[in-house]
């Protein structure tokens, strides 16, 4: 039997689950947990690049918390945890900083675009947030990480940085992980608002979140961009047509979708029908995860439960690898 893949991957808590998350990330992390050895921790660590208030922070990793477990991550199969429960990793992270030069951190997209987006805050965990990134990844000596786009110039950091602890040590001891997608297999779920994807930094209407109420969704649907209507038999859709029915192939009966699909195809399609249709769709589709968000978040006992379950299990592999580390380094034993 080919031994599991150890996976890791990093969920940075801002922001709400919406349909795009869970159809993109979320829908790889499920499947990945039946079949990897998968870390998934919530990335508090980072987020302390931006200052965060004391509360605003638990109540974000709650929030995520919740989330994840209410839209199926299981901490039976896989480890879940927050990243500041490891603090091996920040030991790890010194040491991989000590190899990382300012030149080429300096050079990351993300850091020239934070720089520029808050000038006033350019803090040296902004700097080195790829060398962060890179102990959370080689802590558990991960092969694979399920990564979006804008986070392959980290990960592709991470192989540096991984290779050049192997190189001056002359050890073989991390792994160089490799991007870990099942990006074609899934569906790219639009957004409301016309063009392009879900996603929440398009403005709050465009997205639907999985928390979002019944009326919530039924006003952001009835607000989608759409246009007048086809004006000959079987037209090509335009984008902001094509998205409304792609999100109706996604949450609606087949029938339902052929049913509207012919009545585009017969220029008698009325998009109020088809939005009032769609939103049902959408509320009937997320309501088991409101429910399950509601019972989740007033479970403080399971919470504490799930974290401190994760939390041992990640912490005893993170310390074999920093007791590794360390007698490599040629540091005392110390754990
Ligand atoms: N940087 C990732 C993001 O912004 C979050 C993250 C932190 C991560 N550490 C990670 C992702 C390790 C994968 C592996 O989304």
Do not use: W
């Not at 200052?51 to 480890?79: M, R, S």
């Not at 802590?139 to 602890?165: C, N, S, W, Y």
């Not at 609606?252 to 998009?271: A, E, G, L, M, T």
């Amino acid at each position: 039997m080919k031994h599991k893949d150890i996976v890791v991957s990093g969920i940075r808590p801002t922001g709400n689950l919406h349909l795009g998350n869970y159809f993109g990330a979320m829908k790889n992390f499920l499947k990945m947990q039946e079949t990897n050895e998968c870390n998934f921790f919530i990335a508090d660590y980072h987020s302390l690049t931006t200052h965060p208030k004391p509360g605003d922070l638990q109540g974000n990793v709650k929030q995520v918390l919740v989330e994840y477990l209410a839209a199926g991550l299981d901490p039976e199969k896989a480890t879940l945890y927050l990243q500041s429960d490891i603090p091996e990793t920040a030991e790890l992270y010194l040491f991989l900083n000590m190899n990382a030069y300012l030149g080429e951190l300096q050079k990351v997209t993300t850091f020239k675009e934070k720089a520029r987006k808050q000038p006033e805050n350019v803090n040296a965990g902004l700097l080195t947030y790829p060398t962060l990134m890179a102990a959370d990844i080689i802590i558990h000596r991960a092969t694979k990480v399920p990564v979006g786009k804008d986070q392959e110039q980290h990960l592709e950091m991470t192989r540096t940085f991984a290779r050049r602890f192997n190189r001056m040590y002359k050890v073989d001891y991390f792994p160089i992980p490799t991007a870990y997608n099942f990006g074609e297999q899934l569906v790219k779920i639009p957004g409301l608002d016309g063009s392009g994807k879900m996603g929440k930094s398009e403005g709050e209407g465009n997205a639907v979140f999985l928390v979002d109420d019944p009326k919530v969704i039924r006003k952001k649907v009835m607000r989608a961009v759409s246009d007048a209507g086809p004006t000959e038999m079987n037209q090509k859709k335009p984008e902001a047509i094509q998205n409304l029915f792609t999100l109706l192939e996604v949450v609606s009966k087949p029938d339902v979708v052929s049913y509207f699909d012919d009545q585009y195809n017969n220029c008698n399609i009325r998009y109020g029908d088809l939005k009032k249709q769609l939103a049902e769709d959408m509320i009937a589709y997320t309501e088991p995860f409101r429910e399950r968000i509601k019972e989740l978040d007033s479970n403080e006992e399971y919470l504490k439960k799930v974290m401190d379950m994760g939390a041992e299990k990640a912490r005893a592999s993170a310390q074999q690898t920093l007791r590794d580390c360390r007698e490599i380094i040629g540091f005392r034993k110390i754990y």
